[in-house]
C-alpha cells in the first residue's frame, strides 16, 4: 500500500506544480510543509515526479495517472517495488529501454520517441533525434574532474570508501547520480563537480596559443566551473569574471577560495548592454559561456522539457548576439573568443557562430557539438574563434 500511497501523492503533486520554480524546489517546500513524509517516502515520490516529466510532450492525450505509469515502466529497468501498479497486462518489463519503448509503442499506438523531444527541425547539426529524444528517460550519472596534482589521493579516497566510479580519462571520473561524496573529498580544491561535456571545454582550452600569463575574461561566470577549468589547463591565467548578478559573484568569491584562486578581478555588468573598457590589460580569450535554453541538460530538469515552449529559442537566439556583440570589441588583436552553450538548438549554435563570422570576420578554429547524450551526461556546444590582427570587424 505504501507505493500506492507514493502513486496516490505524486499525481497529486503533479497537478498542483505549475513550473514556475524548479521542480526540485518545489518538492523541497512540500516536503517542509509535510513532515509525515520520512526520507524513503520523499526518496521515492521525488523518483515518481521525475520520471513522470521524463516523457515530456508524449502521451498528452493520456490521463496523468495513466501517463505517469507509462513513465514508471519507461525510467526504470524493472518493475521491483512498482509491480503492484501494474496489471498482467504489464508482462514485458526488460532491462533493455529499447525494448520497453517498443513495447510501449504497441500499447499505446499515438507513443513516438521522438515526441518527447518534439523540436527535431530545431536541432543542431549531427545529433540522432531518436537516440537523443531517448535519453531523457534516464537519469544522467555524476561527472568529477580532477583537478591538478589531486589524482591520486581523489582514487584512493573512492576506493578507500568502496564508492563506484568509472576513469574516463586522468581526470574525468564517472559516478552512479546518488553517489555520496562531499564527506569523502574536499569539492572544488580536489575535484569539481563538472558534467563530461563541460570538461570537455579543455580541448578547446588547450588550442589556444598564448605565452603566459594569459588575460581571460569569462564574461557570463554564473558558478564559475569554466573559470576554475581555464585556470587548471592554461595555468598561468590572470582572470576576470562577470556577471549580470551580485549575488553569483558573491557565491564565486566563496568558491574561488576553495579552489585556492585567490588573485582574479570580477564586477557586475549586464552585456545586453554596450559596455566601457573592461581592463587596462588586452584580454587575450573570451571565455563566453551564455545564457541559453538549457535545452542539452533537460535530462537533469526534465520538468524543463515539459513546459518548453519553442517561441523561447528566438528569445535566447537575440539575447546571445547582444552578448557576443558587446563582448567581441574587447577582445586584443590574435586574441580568441570561446562561444558555449548548453543548447541542441542550431539557432542558439550554428546560426550564431555565422553571425560572429559575418558581424566580426573572426575565423572559426574548432567547433562542435558535444553530445553527452549517450554517456548518461549534457550536452553542449563550442565554437572557438580567432581574431586576425591583420583584419577589422
Not at 518534439?118 to 547539426?125: A, F, G, H, V, Y
Not at 580519462?169 to 563530461?196: F, G, H, R
Not at 574548432?366 to 547524450?373: A, H, R
Request: hydrophobic letters at 35%.
Amino acid at each position: 500500500m505504501r507505493f500506492q500511497s507514493y502513486f496516490n501523492t505524486t499525481v497529486i503533486l503533479i497537478k498542483e506544480y505549475d513550473g514556475i520554480i524548479p521542480l526540485t524546489h518545489f518538492l523541497k517546500q512540500y516536503f517542509s510543509q509535510h513532515k509525515k513524509h520520512g526520507s524513503k517516502d520523499r526518496k521515492y515520490i521525488t523518483h515518481l515526479c521525475y520520471c513522470y516529466y521524463r516523457l515530456g510532450h508524449s502521451l498528452n492525450e493520456l490521463s496523468i495517472e495513466e501517463k505517469l505509469r507509462v513513465a514508471i515502466y519507461l525510467c526504470n529497468d524493472s518493475a521491483g517495488e512498482w509491480n503492484i501498479l501494474f496489471d498482467e497486462t504489464w508482462n514485458n518489463w526488460s532491462a533493455e529501454i529499447y525494448e520497453r519503448i517498443s513495447f510501449i509503442q504497441t500499447k499505446y499506438r499515438t507513443f513516438s520517441v521522438q515526441n518527447i523531444f518534439p523540436w527535431k527541425d530545431e536541432l543542431s547539426e549531427n545529433i540522432d533525434t531518436i537516440v537523443f529524444a531517448a535519453s531523457h528517460l534516464i537519469q544522467p550519472d555524476l561527472f568529477l574532474r580532477i583537478r591538478p596534482n589531486h589524482e591520486e589521493t581523489v582514487i584512493e579516497k573512492l576506493q578507500t570508501n568502496k564508492i563506484a566510479f568509472q576513469q574516463l580519462s586522468s581526470t574525468c571520473l564517472e559516478l552512479p547520480n546518488a553517489s555520496k561524496i562531499d564527506d569523502i573529498l574536499n569539492i572544488d580544491e580536489e575535484v569539481v563537480v563538472q558534467d563530461y561535456s563541460s570538461q570537455r571545454i579543455a580541448e578547446f582550452l588547450s588550442i589556444v596559443n598564448y605565452q603566459p600569463p594569459t588575460v581571460l575574461w569569462d564574461c557570463c561566470a554564473a558558478s564559475g566551473g569554466k573559470s576554475i577549468l581555464a585556470v587548471d589547463v592554461l595555468q598561468n591565467v590572470q582572470l576576470t569574471v562577470s556577471d549580470v548578478r551580485i549575488s553569483i559573484l558573491q557565491n564565486l568569491k566563496q568558491r574561488f577560495t576553495k579552489a585556492g584562486i585567490k588573485k582574479y578581478d570580477s564586477f557586475v555588468v549586464d552585456l545586453v548592454k554596450p559596455i566601457s573598457q573592461i581592463t587596462n590589460r588586452p584580454i587575450n580569450i573570451i571565455l563566453c559561456d551564455v545564457p541559453c535554453t538549457g535545452s542539452g541538460t533537460w535530462s537533469r530538469t526534465p520538468e524543463q522539457l515539459f513546459s518548453f515552449s519553442e517561441e523561447k529559442i528566438n528569445e535566447y537566439a537575440a539575447l546571445q548576439k547582444k552578448i557576443i556583440n558587446n563582448t567581441i570589441p574587447h577582445l586584443s588583436k590574435d586574441g580568441y573568443f570561446l562561444y558555449i552553450t548548453c543548447s541542441v538548438f542550431k539557432r542558439e549554435n550554428e546560426e550564431a557562430v555565422e553571425f560572429i563570422k559575418k558581424t566580426f570576420h573572426l575565423e572559426l578554429i574548432k567547433m562542435e557539438c558535444l553530445k553527452g547524450y549517450s554517456q548518461k551526461a549534457d550536452s553542449m556546444f563550442a565554437a572557438l574563434f580567432k581574431k586576425d590582427s591583420n583584419r577589422h570587424a
